[in-house]
């Protein structure tokens, strides 16, 4: 009997194949979708565990880098407090040679202050004449006091008034107009210098004109009082500048900041030596014990990898025999009719009497069509 006749019987058995084909296929789908799923899981805790192992190397290694740090900073702040009770304790002594070789200046200038003032006092003489700040502005001399007094006078009638007249534009003087501002500012600076060229007369005839004569012998007890006091500058200059420091027996602080650079040294040098060994060996060991420790997860993972890449191989072999096993129907019934769907129309047919033969069914189906 030729292919094309045969009947319901031959029909089962095509979709008895066809649903073992369609069953595969879709078996393989999902174990190709899980096995994807095995090698995302697998990749995801073999970059967990390399960031265990790199974390917990950070962590330890700072942690000896910290533990060192924290003793080289102690070190340093003791060397910081010795240091400056060095400083401190060579400069009180600086400063106590110096007071001890100046003091017979300071006594002079206090016993020619004293005469000053009672010389001024006995002879009438207001008490501020007898001041630095009065003889450099009435009876300078030297290059020094000249130049003080030079820079007083352009400050007081020059500086004032400028900045008075520049805050006078800016306030009083805002919505003034520019030619008024200018000759108002003027007007200003030349009663200011007036006034101020009339202060220094007044005073001047009133004290270095009036008391001449104890104004000159004052100058004298000034000049004594300054020559005492640049050679009181000149010592202490020469004091401070002085690099010979065996006379402030510092030798045990120099002692105690060489033992703590030893101490430094030696500290750096175990810092050293700690990375050194812990790079060479304590690393090896961390990656090691993690790995043992997370290893037996990763083999159940890669087990299970293998075990569905068997059953993929095994049902794709199957997938291959049984989409051999559908050629004898595919030649009987067209690539078209050979799915589940389309054979049960035409089982369906064959069952109502509608048809006897697969090729009745599929004529009447496409009649129907």
């Not at 003032?117 to 450099?136: A, E, H, I, M």
């Not at 007036?194 to 000034?222: A, H, L, M, Q, S």
Request: aromatic share 8%; hydrophobic share 35%; proline share 1%.
């Amino acid at each position: 009997m030729d292919d094309f006749t045969e009947g319901l019987g031959f029909l089962e058995n095509a979709r008895d194949a066809v649903h073992k084909r369609d069953d595969l296929r879709k078996f393989i789908d999902q174990k190709k979708d899980l096995l994807k799923k095995m090698e995302k899981d697998i990749a995801a805790e073999e970059k967990d565990i390399a960031d265990e192992i790199n974390s917990t190397i950070k962590k330890k290694r700072n942690s000896i880098e910290d533990s060192f740090d924290k003793k080289l900073d102690d070190r340093k702040s003791d060397v910081k407090k010795l240091e400056k009770n060095r400083k401190k304790d060579k400069s009180d002594q600086v400063n106590a040679r110096v007071a001890e070789a100046t003091k017979d200046y300071y006594a002079q200038n206090k016993t020619l202050e004293d005469e000053l003032k009672d010389l001024f006092r006995s002879n009438g003489v207001p008490k501020f004449c007898s001041g630095k700040f009065y003889y450099t502005l009435f009876n300078p001399k030297g290059f020094g006091e000249v130049m003080t007094k030079l820079l007083f006078l352009v400050t007081v009638a020059l500086g004032v008034p400028a900045v008075v007249v520049l805050l006078l534009w800016k306030t009083t003087f805002a919505g003034v107009a520019r030619e008024k501002k200018l000759l108002y500012s003027i007007i200003f600076a030349v009663v200011w210098i007036i006034f101020c060229i009339v202060i220094y007369f007044i005073i001047y005839i009133n004290t270095k004109v009036r008391y001449i004569d104890t104004i000159r012998k004052g100058r004298r007890y000034r000049d004594a009082i300054k020559k005492n006091t640049s050679s009181v500058n000149k010592i202490t200059d020469s004091i401070n500048k002085d690099k010979d420091e065996s006379q402030y027996n510092l030798s045990e602080y120099d002692k105690k900041l060489k033992d703590m650079d030893k101490n430094m040294d030696r500290l750096m040098s175990e810092k050293k030596d700690a990375l050194k060994e812990f790079d060479k060996k304590t690393k090896d060991e961390i990656t090691k014990d993690i790995k043992k420790k997370r290893q037996k997860k990763l083999d159940e993972l890669a087990k299970q990898k293998d075990l569905i890449k068997a059953e993929l191989e095994k049902s794709s072999e199957e997938l291959n025999a049984a989409e051999n096993g559908l050629g004898k129907y595919i030649r009987v019934l067209g690539e078209e009719n050979c799915s589940a769907e389309m054979i049960e129309k035409l089982i369906g047919v064959i069952q109502s009497g509608r048809a006897y033969t697969a090729r009745e069914a599929i004529g009447y189906l496409k009649f129907k069509g």
